[in-house]
């Protein structure tokens, strides 16, 4: 273990490649360069991600792949180093952190971090173990000496749906632009659509499930190419991609739609696509949408719960149209490729960069 006390841990199962772990990598990197001790905290190393963890980070293996077998680990691993601050993401990591630090002589101060709109995303038909959810939040994020929302709407949300009161809850925005992500968007795409010359990409990005709402998008495009020569991308893999193939069939699109699976570099695609849309029925904070607006590509987007109207600011700097339209969403691009578009303040986007959110979590920690 270590011989000096970390300044910071962060606490996750593994280190899958989802929007939630990409930004505690991130914050990895702005807490490493403010020259921080930083350990990641894992229950289990068997993540393919681990080659993008900084050097300078040590990785803690709880050697538990079960949730629940890691909390005597997570207990004893809080009482031998005694981390300054323990930041968690995700349920039930955030539980089993609360509930570590309960049980241990642990002075570590815990943060949770909710990433998810919790009404939305724990909902009857998902059943019981994630119905349980609000219930375990209500008992147990008292216990944290701070709560951080991804987003107003998300701190509302947690706040309607466990009765914490709203100024226990602090909104702190995803670092989500880095210097890294503005290098890659550099970098050359192979896929033959990307090209000079080629109709214009409409993009979109995410898992291929039911809270991304990718059909909406597919009858979406079907309208727009009804108008106008384009193509359509959809970046992410997920178990939806029989129906969306099915319905990409369907709808005759076979030679104007692909779905090429997860690529290591999305924000090249971005960077080269005409418009990026969000299809989105519910969100947290859509990286995607910041993402695509960091490497200047217009957008259009659901008004879905949260997220998406604080990031284009109420419509100022995007497209927003009601969940579930497709007619819309058609509309929305239509406008874009002919030309109507409102270039982001850089300004506005400062919000969202690692250096100002890093300095956000740092204060949230106890960090000074």
């Excluded at 173990?129 to 701070?146: C, G, H, M, S, T």
């Excluded at 890659?184 to 109709?199: I, L």
């Amino acid at each position: 273990m270590a011989q000096v006390t970390p300044d910071v841990a962060c606490f996750l199962r593994f280190l899958g490649g989802g929007g939630a772990e990409r930004i505690i990598l991130n914050l990895t990197r702005g807490f490493v360069k403010r020259g921080l001790k930083v350990d990641l905290v894992l229950t289990s190393t068997g993540g393919p991600h681990l080659w993008q963890v900084p050097s300078e980070v040590r990785i803690v293996d709880l050697k538990t792949p079960r949730l629940l077998a890691s909390l005597p680990s997570l207990v004893r691993y809080l009482n031998q180093e005694q981390p300054k601050s323990l930041l968690s993401t995700l349920h039930y990591n955030n539980e089993f952190a609360l509930l570590a630090k309960r049980f241990s002589k642990s002075s570590t101060r815990v943060v949770v971090r909710e990433a998810n709109t919790l009404s939305l995303d724990a909902k009857p038909k998902d059943g019981l173990k994630k119905r349980l959810i609000p219930l375990f939040v209500r008992q147990l994020y008292p216990w944290a000496d701070n709560v951080v929302a991804v987003s107003k709407g998300v701190a509302e949300d947690l706040a309607n749906v466990t009765d914490l009161p709203l100024k226990r809850i602090q909104t702190i925005y995803n670092p989500t632009i880095t210097p890294d992500l503005l290098l890659k968007a550099q970098e050359r795409v192979e896929h033959p659509w990307f090209q000079p010359g080629q109709p214009p990409v409409i993009l979109g990005v995410g898992r291929l499930q039911a809270q991304k709402d990718f059909p909406t998008l597919i009858r979406a495009f079907a309208q727009v190419r009804q108008v106008r020569e384009a193509k359509l991308v959809i970046l992410g893999w997920g178990p939806d991609r029989p129906q969306l193939e099915a319905l990409i069939s369907e709808l005759g699109l076979v030679d104007d739609v692909d779905l090429p699976d997860h690529v290591k570099n999305p924000y090249a695609y971005m960077a080269r696509s005409s418009v990026f849309v969000l299809s989105s029925a519910w969100e947290g904070l859509p990286n995607a949408l910041i993402e695509a607006m960091a490497v200047g590509v217009p957008v259009v987007s659901t008004d879905c719960k949260s997220g998406p109207n604080e990031i284009l600011d109420n419509g100022k700097y995007g497209f927003l149209v009601p969940v579930g339209d497709n007619g819309a969403i058609a509309q929305g691009i239509l406008s874009i490729l002919s030309g109507n578009s409102q270039p982001v303040d850089p300004s506005w986007l400062e919000q969202f960069t690692l250096e100002t959110v890093t300095q956000q979590y740092l204060e949230a920690l106890g960090i000074l």
